[in-house]
């Protein structure tokens, strides 16, 4: 389903965030990406829908090239991307509904985007993604209003508007406590299990990371340590990613 080959990711074309990475991911995996700072875990993420374009390499999407797709039709391929951040990425003074409705604005014309103009069937939706997230009696409350547990699966409701097939999640948990980290972490394992989305998620927890996910990456200054299955991480991997 997603096929990385190769990619390299610099800002500067001098220190290589992303070094030579290459790996498959399958449909519905649940993939959980570790590392320190740096070690290029958002790099990988963001070059998957071309937030950040690689300067060497290829990635597939169901055998598609992507780094070689017209704008037009990058912008089919990104629909079926949803992207959850560590900060929400929401707008604090619209409300929860508006909020999620933005997912599916990559299914709008240009003039419908800018106006706003959103069908009974995207309300549908997006109250059946509030639904999934436990939220949908917070449907006309602010954003701003919310706590960061809650802001969080607004963020995973709109990914769900979107209808993916693929959600890249950059620490969505980061800046969360462990009780509401396992709770957000519940809530993509529920989505991965029922919906069959394959979803990618980097965490600075590798504990977080061996409970929920099934299949655990592994970076370290650009390069790819560690690829397998969760209960295969042993201690002595933690030690050499880590020190």
């Known amino acids: 389903m997603l096929r990385l080959e190769h990619i390299t990711v610099s ?17 519905g ?4 990406i570790i590392g320190s700072s740096g070690s290029g875990k958002s790099s990988v993420l963001k070059s998957i829908n071309l937030l950040v374009k690689p300067i060497k390499g290829k990635i597939y ?17 990104r629909r079926e991307i949803g992207f959850v951040f560590q900060d929400y990425n929401l707008i604090d003074r619209s409300s929860v509904l508006d909020n999620v409705l933005v ?11 800018m106006l706003g103009i959103f069908t009974d069937e995207d309300y549908k939706r997006a ?3 509030l639904i999934q997230v436990g939220l949908s ?36 948990v980061a800046s969360l406590d462990v009780s509401t980290s396992q709770n957000i972490m519940d809530y993509f394992k529920t989505i991965n299990e ?15 990371a061996k409970k929920y996910c099934n299949r655990i990456i592994a970076l370290k200054r650009g390069k790819l340590l ?9 201690d002595e991997f933690f030690k050499e990613i880590y020190e």
């Open 61 to 77: 999407i169901d055998d598609v090239d992507i780094m070689s797709l017209k704008n037009s039709q990058l912008r089919a391929v």
């Open 137 to 172: 009696e917070k449907i006309f409350e602010r954003s701003d209003q919310l706590s960061g547990g809650q802001k969080q699966r607004v963020a995973i409701a709109k990914t769900l508007c979107q209808s993916p097939k693929i959600i890249l999640a950059d620490e969505p």
């Open 127 to 129: 109250e059946k993604a």
């Open 29 to 32: 995996e649940f993939v959980g």
């Open 226 to 234: 560690f690829d397998g299955k969760a209960g295969e991480f042993k």
């Open 194 to 208: 029922k919906k069959n989305i394959t979803i990618l998620i980097n965490l600075h927890d590798v504990n977080l």
């Open 11 to 27: 800002y500067d074309r001098k220190i290589r965030a992303v070094d030579d990475i290459s790996l498959e991911v399958g449909q």
């Open 103 to 113: 997912g599916r604005l990559g299914y709008k014309s240009s003039f419908h985007s």
